[in-house]
Each structure stands twice: as structure tokens, then as C-alpha cells.
């Protein structure tokens, strides 16, 4: 069983920095695949980034490539999210969730475990 928690979420001008973290429970922390996921309102959640268990193995949606970074602390039980150069498009609610998958998956119903989310909200 793992427990997620996001932290980090806030209001940001377009073109400015957030940084989420999703720290996790649970003693195999480092054997998970973790991933962020966005839902904006009115649509369908959305894969964001993932990450392999080592850290050495990212994976981005095209449309935030070159802008956003994932990466994880696993002494530290943490995931982390640093969005840069933030756009209005990007605002939704972010949420880590964790996969027993040996690799780095995209479809959601790969994860198992889900945070409760936080809201991310890029003005103009």
C-alpha cells in the first residue's frame, strides 16, 4: 500500500515557475513507477510525466516537453514536478499517482496508487 500527498500548487503568472512534490509512504518507494497527471476542468484526466525507478528513465507529453521535469528522491520517498515557462493551458489539477510496473507506463488504469491533487492556476 502507498499513500500520496502533492504539495506545491498555487497561482502563477504565465511564464513563471512551480515546483510539485508527491511524497510517498510505504518502504518500496524506489520500486515504483511514478507519474503526474492533470485534469483541467470539463476534460478528460491527462498523462503529464513519468519516471522509472532508478530516475534515469523520463517520459513527457509532447506538450510539455522542454518545460517540465520529473524527477524523485527515493531516500527521500518523493517525486518531484518542476514546471517552467507556465502557460493558462497548463492550469488544472495535478496529481502523482504510483505503478507497480517494472517500466514506464502512460495509460492511467497502469496506475494503482493516486494522490489527492493540487490545484495548479497559470493567469494571463
Known amino acids: 500500500q502507498v499513500q500520496l500527498v502533492e504539495s506545491g500548487g498555487g497561482l502563477v503568472q504565465a511564464g513563471g515557475s512551480l515546483r510539485l512534490s508527491c511524497a510517498a509512504s510505504?518502504?518500496?518507494?524506489?520500486?515504483?513507477?511514478l507519474g503526474w497527471f492533470r485534469r483541467a476542468p470539463g476534460t478528460e484526466r491527462e498523462f503529464v510525466a513519468a519516471?522509472?525507478?532508478?530516475?534515469?528513465?523520463?517520459y513527457y507529453v509532447d506538450s510539455v516537453k522542454g518545460r517540465f521535469t520529473i524527477s524523485r528522491d527515493n531516500a527521500k520517498n518523493t517525486v518531484y514536478l518542476q514546471m517552467n515557462s507556465l502557460k493558462p493551458e497548463d492550469t488544472a489539477v495535478y496529481y502523482c499517482?504510483?505503478?507497480?510496473?517494472?517500466?514506464?507506463?502512460?495509460?492511467?488504469?497502469?496506475?494503482?496508487?493516486w494522490g489527492q491533487g493540487t490545484q495548479v492556476t497559470v493567469s494571463s
Open positions: 499517482a504510483a505503478s507497480t510496473s517494472s517500466t514506464i507506463v502512460v495509460p492511467s488504469h497502469f496506475y494503482d496508487y
Open positions: 510505504g518502504r518500496t518507494f524506489s520500486r515504483y513507477v
Open positions: 519516471i522509472g525507478w532508478s530516475g534515469s528513465s523520463t
